[in-house]
């Protein structure tokens, strides 16, 4: 009895570790600086658009949230054209709890693009820094906003960069416990 108690003690201390896996999607606005662009142009700038939508799975304890999704992405830059290709993110946040309604997650992070690609794409990466909020909308189901600002290298072109902005949309299930 006297080893029982004290294991039992640590076992209700223990911090409950969730993952959660569900549908994601997104859009926001992009911004692409590049030089030497096919060889014909130097230091060019173009914006516009994109759209994404993939799977994302979410491991959330108490005040520890990390979260990784793969997406496929569509870019739309007007005029020079199209882009689709697939895009990663990886993020490590801290859940701010508001009660049993919602969870306030801030964090930094890691954005990945990779071919296969309808162009010439290297790929690209770089920082991103997103902020959610994840609801609860049963025992076993959230609902998530999740905002972010990224800046890293784009594939194409010497020295290019992009900065893109958006906001995703997503529904996860609780799947397991770690």
Not at 13 to 40: A, H
Request: hydrophobic fraction near 40%; proline fraction near 3%.
């Amino acid at each position: 009895m006297l080893l029982c108690v004290p294991l039992r003690a640590l076992a209700e201390e223990r911090e409950l570790v969730y993952t959660f896996i569900g549908p994601v999607v997104g859009c926001g606005l992009n911004r692409v600086v590049y030089s030497d662009w096919n060889n014909l142009y130097s230091n060019k700038k173009i914006s516009g658009y994109f759209i994404h939508s993939g799977v994302s799975i979410w491991v959330v304890s108490k005040w520890l949230i990390g979260d990784f999704s793969i997406q496929y992405m569509f870019n739309n830059f007007g005029s020079e054209g199209e882009l689709h290709h697939l895009y990663y993110t990886i993020s490590g946040r801290i859940g701010v709890n508001m009660g049993t309604v919602a969870i306030f997650a801030p964090g930094v992070g890691l954005y990945f693009e990779s071919p296969p690609s309808n162009r010439k794409y290297l790929g690209g990466a770089g920082f991103r820094i997103p902020i959610a909020f994840l609801f609860n909308t049963t025992f076993d189901t959230k609902f998530f906003i999740d905002g972010s600002v990224m800046y890293g290298w784009y594939g194409m072109g010497d020295r290019s960069t992009k900065f893109f902005y958006g906001i995703n949309l997503g529904f996860i299930i609780k799947v397991g416990r770690i």
